[in-house]
Nanobody, 130 residues
Framework: QVHLEESGGGSVQTGGSLRISCVIS??????????LAWFRQAPEKAREAVAWISGVGRRNYADSVKLRYTLSRVTGENLIWTHLDIDNLRPEDSGVYYC????????????????????WGQGTQVSVSS
């Protein structure tokens, strides 16, 4: 069974930086080829993908966060980590951030949808105050 767990959220002032992380366990070596993504859900808004990386290492970002968000992926012996570094935080970055994984090695050219991912973490809250 695949398990995802996020950490690192919190309250930050506008202009600050934050790193949120996700550790992925289970499923043996198969998870090394999983595609991963970070989704954000702001209050009363739909959950949207903000950063994603395919199982072959192709990385992409939503237009609204490019140049401020950096996704990284670290492969350990039994665990996979994905980190999302956010710079120059703005109030509109606030929301619950979810880590997601799929067995699909490739993702389409456009932002992935929630339905593209089988595995989800519980989310971590990021609050940016002005």
């Amino acid at each position: 069974q695949v398990h995802l767990e996020e950490s690192g959220g919190g309250s930050v002032q506008t202009g600050g930086s934050l790193r949120i992380s996700c550790v992925i366990s289970g499923s043996g070596d198969a998870k090394r080829r999983y595609s991963l993504a970070w989704f954000r859900q702001a209050p009363e808004k739909a959950r949207e993908a903000v950063a994603w990386i395919s199982g072959v290492g192709r990385r992409n970002y939503a237009d609204s966060v490019k140049l401020r968000y950096t996704l990284s992926r670290v492969t350990g012996e039994n665990l996979i980590w994905t980190h999302l570094d956010i710079d120059n935080l703005r109030p509109e970055d606030s929301g619950v951030y979810y880590c997601a994984a799929t067995q699909q090695m490739t993702l389409g050219g456009t932002a992935p949808r929630q339905a593209d991912f089988e595995y989800w973490g519980q989310g971590t809250q990021v609050s940016v105050s002005s």
